[in-house]
């Protein structure tokens, strides 16, 4: 060992043979992992992430994307933005400005159809809000502005019928603000209206033409879940109660889309402690009830019970892991879990749906530099990290068909996120879930149980191969989308470095396609 450092030292000190240089440049790249996707598109805008910001809306419908790009000015401290429409190959359309009024501040994004609509609220008055509605196939803009008259905080915004869907935090509630863009009025929803904590998830559903809203609510011992329907306008059309008569409370669910005679409602379940979860559950909202108020298409799957659930531990860990909880069943009947679930929108798939969560916990760091009276280290918030995706097939009726899980690496988001995208792949049998990690597109096939490798990987492709060799680093602000077909979108900030020529700095987009 002492004579291989030696020789190592004495080549760093003379330098390496030239001929072994050459190798070591040469060397023939890897072959990419099974099933990589294909990049067969990129654009890129000469933008900087420290004087710029980029909103990016994909537009199923018509294959199209929309940018909305804010730019720092030169002259003024009032930002520039600006509207590009983007097609299929992600070649640019158009290009429209955006005149912003001053001191408003961009808040969220979201699309119906061919419309985007672009929610500002002003700086020191949040109650003040200013909405841009583009006509994506057009490129007309009509803009709107409301005063609410009550400082909020927006959690999320949805568009249906031509109308806005704002989830917004008033005082010490949840509640929903209805914008309509016709009339230029505004109304709260007295029909959702929930003390925080509630958990509150939202549908807007394009099939039905409804709103829907699934609350949770608890009195400290119990607790169950509210799910309404809305029209458009913001009528209240239907209000139902699912609660379990056991000793399980109900944390919070997704509702599938489609009219009265598909409705899936498929959750989390915890027992006791409303922060963590022990399963899912999934109940039939069309099979009714029975006269005591019981819902007999009510089942619940307990995650000891999954069979992928546990992947992310080393097998022999996982084997003690479920020893212990068989004893645990056994003497006090029943083992009780702590996670924390992300829910994501139902997706019809194989004349059923499918789901996927993810699992997160928050993260603290500890200032050892400063510590509290009690002499301890100060702990502080440091965001939510995300450590696997579990992946579950139902029937229309509540079935749980299968399960799978996508362990993922290094996820940390100050706001809790949306990590994962998922897409079904051209033979309607498997799902492709990915996600970006650095300069890396990490992603997962998914074919019903069936397992399969969780750290397949690749470059984000910056150029062709035949042109000059590139590499991207320090990609940041980025995320990936769900397209069109089997194609999602990579997006974000990234420093290019070419081998001979001149390094780059750009916002990217490329197209991820998997066959």
């Not at 608890?218 to 209000?239: D, E, I, M, Y």
């Not at 994501?344 to 510590?371: K, T």
């Not at 879930?433 to 998914?446: M, S």
């Not at 990987?457 to 035949?466: D, E, K, L, N, R």
């Amino acid at each position: 060992m002492k004579h291989v450092l030696l020789a190592f030292l004495l080549l760093s000190a003379v330098g390496w043979p030239p001929d072994a240089l050459a190798q070591r440049r040469h060397q023939p790249k890897p072959l990419p992992p099974a099933n990589a996707p294909t990049q067969s598109a990129r654009l890129e805008l000469s933008l900087e992430a420290y004087t710029s910001d980029v909103q990016v809306q994909v537009l199923p419908d018509d294959s199209s994307a929309v940018l909305l790009v804010e730019q720092e000015s030169l002259v003024s401290r009032h930002s520039k933005y600006n509207f590009h429409k983007l097609d299929h190959a992600l070649q640019t359309s158009w290009t429209k400005p955006l005149e912003v009024p001053k001191d408003f501040e961009f808040t969220k994004i979201c699309a119906e159809e061919a419309m985007v609509y672009a929610l500002f609220q002003r700086g020191s008055q949040s109650h003040k809000l200013w909405v841009a509605a583009l006509n994506s196939r057009t490129g007309e803009i009509s803009t709107t502005t409301f005063d609410t008259k009550v400082s909020d905080e927006v959690y999320e915004l949805k568009a249906l019928g031509g109308n806005l869907f704002v989830t917004v935090q008033v005082e010490q509630h949840v509640t929903v603000l209805l914008l309509n863009l016709r009339t230029g009025q505004h109304q709260f929803l007295p029909s959702v209206y929930e003390p925080v904590p509630a958990q509150l998830t939202f549908l807007a559903d394009s099939v039905s033409k409804r709103a829907k809203f699934v609350v949770s609510q608890t009195n400290g011992v119990k607790s169950r879940l509210q799910v309404k329907q809305l029209s458009a306008q913001g009528k209240l059309l239907r209000t139902e109660y699912v609660q379990a008569a056991s000793d399980r409370g109900l944390l919070t669910a997704q509702i599938s889309p489609g009219d009265s005679t598909e409705r899936l409602l498929t959750g989390t379940y915890t027992l006791r402690d409303p922060r963590y979860s022990q399963g899912l559950f999934a109940t039939d909202l069309a099979a009714g009830v029975t006269p005591t108020g019981a819902r007999e298409s009510l089942r619940f799957y307990d995650f000891f019970n999954f069979k992928h659930f546990f992947d992310f531990m080393h097998p022999a860990r996982e084997a003690r892991f479920r020893q212990r909880g068989a004893r645990r069943r056994a003497t006090a009947g029943q083992f009780r879990l702590h996670y924390r679930l992300l829910m994501h929108d139902l997706l019809p798939f194989q004349n059923g749906y499918v789901l996927v969560a993810e699992v997160y916990y928050p993260h603290y760091r500890y200032d050892s530099y400063g510590y509290s009276y009690m002499m301890s280290p100060v702990r502080s918030f440091d965001g939510y990290r995300t450590t696997q995706a579990i992946i579950c097939g139902f029937d229309r009726h509540g079935n749980l068909l299968w399960d799978n899980n996508f362990v993922l690496k290094d996820v940390q988001h100050t706001d809790l996120l949306e990590t994962v995208r998922l897409r079904p792949l051209p033979d309607g049998k498997r799902l492709a879930l990915a996600y970006l990690d650095d300069d890396q597109i990490r992603y997962k096939i998914i074919d019903r149980t069936a397992p399969s490798p969780n750290d397949l990987s690749v470059p984000i492709q910056t150029a062709p191969a035949t042109t000059a060799k590139e590499q991207g680093t320090s990609t940041r602000n980025a995320g990936m989308l769900a397209w069109y077909g089997n194609r999602f979108l990579a997006y974000g900030y990234q420093h290019v470095r070419v081998d001979g020529g001149r390094d780059r700095d750009v916002f990217f987009l490329n197209t991820v396609a998997f066959e």
